[in-house]
Nanobody, 124 residues
Framework: QVQLVESGGGSVQAGGSLRLSCETS????????MGWFRQAPGKERELVVIKDWRTASQKDADSVKGRFIISRDVYKNTVYLQMNSLKPEDTAVYYC?????????????????WGRGTLVTVSS
């Protein structure tokens, strides 16, 4: 059974930083592209960043470029999202997701597995 479990969310003031973690189990972690998505209140879920380490491809939302960094630890089967210079508009539930297909990974569409999310609140 595949599981993705996010952690690290919380409340922070604008300009601060948070690091989200997503621990995976039940999948061959090295063979999956991993991504972070978010959904703000009243808005649709959107891609934050997705990276396919097999092809070295990465897609970032324009709103987070230069501020958010995705990384992974293959020994811990965990992917991270370092979020710096946080803004109130970054407030959302953040979801971790995994996809095997490289084409889907290049666009952040049709993810295979999802976590349940972790809430990030940024106050001004």
């Amino acid at each position: 059974q595949v599981q993705l479990v996010e952690s690290g969310g919380g409340s922070v003031q604008a300009g601060g930083s948070l690091r989200l973690s997503c621990e995976t189990s039940g999948l061959n972690f090295r063979n999956y592209a991993m991504g972070w998505f978010r959904q703000a209140p009243g808005k649709e879920r959107e891609l934050v960043v997705i990276k396919d380490w097999r092809t070295a491809s990465q897609k970032d939302a324009d709103s987070v470029k230069g501020r958010f960094i995705i990384s992974r630890d293959v020994y811990k089967n965990t992917v991270y999202l370092q979020m710096n210079s946080l803004k109130p508009e970054d407030t959302a539930v953040y979801y971790c997701a995994a996809v095997w297909d490289a084409v889907a990974a290049s666009t952040g569409s049709a993810m295979d597995y999802w976590g349940r999310g972790t809430l990030v609140t940024v106050s001004s």
